[in-house]
């Protein structure tokens, strides 16, 4: 039996001789090539293995000897260094030319200390990469913004959220060259989010499903109506604590986002019940569509909404308060989706003391089962 664990040098050696001795006598040495030590292990299964372990094992696996680096260098696409809480700048220097197939990288950090040098790197030896996290980057500039847009075109995914450094300026710079964006975190770019940067994104980003804009103050409705035009397949969007934007924000995202499911609008307390009648009758008018849209199998419909599967699953308009019950309950009965039961809990509602009386369909259905019990019992 194989025991212990490996390890490092001698150690590597010993556990291995161990698991050759425990490999007699079965069918491992007649099964193909004679593996005389780790470096003979086929790279199919190296990758495998160094699939199930943590990151900080895979860079130790890469300077095991060359034939290792080699096939992690060619082989490795997703690595996190997010676990590195000193000198991540110079561990990025010394990794990013090595591991040119990457394509994912979290460089997500807690105490900032990614530098803009580190950015550039990757963005000049990891052409493949398509999914980004500097989530935390307080100390890059708009000078990683550029390299990011000069070394990654075919980006679909970046999260910069909290990097309150970069500006708007270039954040429209990076949109006009990284045009295949579907995910895209702003959350707290305070200075990026603007709305000449919004303009941009509805330019360039079309195809965008994914933005969270939460506490950019600087946006506007001018910026959130340019989205609703410019990025009609929007699923996802926070606006929380945007206290600028108006009813007309969110009547232009009922028009023009037909595939929103998820909206955030806590802390925009500008928003009136105008907002919510204008969701509510865009659910209605889609559940009038013709009947093959309507012929959902499983699908359940109630109060004249459409199936589940469609139209908002997930409201939050906590801190809302000029709202009232009935606006809110008109857009809680148009998307069967939307709860405020406790078990689903989809349409958020928490600050808004006066909204209190709003309920979902199961609440409703408890009350008629209630009733029913006890109609059974008077006779
Ligand atoms: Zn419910």
């Not at 299964?45 to 095991?64: M, N, Y």
């Not at 070394?151 to 990076?174: E, V």
């Not at 009758?281 to 889609?286: E, Q």
Request: hydrophobic share 40%; charged share 20%; proline share 3%.
């Amino acid at each position: 039996m194989v025991s212990g664990r490996p390890g490092s040098g001698g150690g590597l050696d010993v556990w291995f001789k161990n698991l050759m001795v425990a490999g007699e006598g079965g069918k491992m040495e007649r099964a193909g090539p004679v593996m005389a030590g780790w470096k003979d292990l086929p790279m199919e299964l190296l990758l495998r293995i160094v699939s199930l372990v943590d990151d900080k094992t895979v860079i130790v696996a890469s300077g095991v000897c060359t034939g290792w680096r080699d096939a992690l260098c060619l082989g490795l696409t997703s690595l996190s260094l997010s676990w590195c809480k000193n000198n991540m700048t110079s561990l990025v220097d010394s990794l990013a030319p090595k591991f040119t197939k990457l394509q994912v990288l979290t460089l997500r950090q807690n105490r900032p200390q990614l530098e803009d040098s580190a950015v550039e790197i990757v963005a000049k030896h990891c052409h493949d990469l398509r999914d980004l996290d500097l989530s935390g980057s307080l100390k890059l500039s708009d000078r990683s913004l550029y390299a990011l847009s000069r070394g990654w075109p075919h980006l679909t995914r970046l999260n910069i959220s909290g990097c309150s450094s970069f500006t708007d300026s270039g954040l429209a710079y990076l949109t006009s060259h990284c045009k295949n964006l579907n995910y895209l975190n702003l959350c707290g770019c305070v200075k990026a989010a603007t709305d000449r940067a919004l303009e941009a994104i509805a330019c360039n980003c079309g195809q965008l499903q994914f933005l969270n804009l939460g506490w950019c103050e600087a946006v506007s409705d001018k910026g959130v109506t340019s989205l609703a035009s410019g990025c009609p397949d929007l699923r996802a969007l926070d606006l929380c604590g945007c206290v600028l934007i108006t009813d007309e924000s969110v009547i232009a995202l009922a028009n023009g986002c037909l595939h929103l499911r998820t909206l955030g609008l806590y802390y925009c307390q500008n928003i009136t019940d105008r907002a919510m009648y204008s969701l509510a009758k865009n659910g209605r008018v889609r559940s009038k569509r013709g009947p093959q849209d309507q012929i959902c199998g499983s699908a359940t419909t109630r109060g004249g909404g459409f199936d589940e599967k469609e139209g908002l699953a997930s409201l939050n308009i906590g801190q809302c308060t000029a709202l009232t019950p009935p606006a809110v309950q008109a857009v809680c009965d148009s998307f069967p989706a939307l709860h405020t039961c406790p078990e689903r809990h989809s349409l958020i509602i928490s600050g808004c003391l006066s909204l209190t009386s709003v309920h979902c369909a199961c609440a409703v259905q408890a009350h008629r089962a209630g009733r029913s019990v006890l109609s059974n019992h008077a006779y």
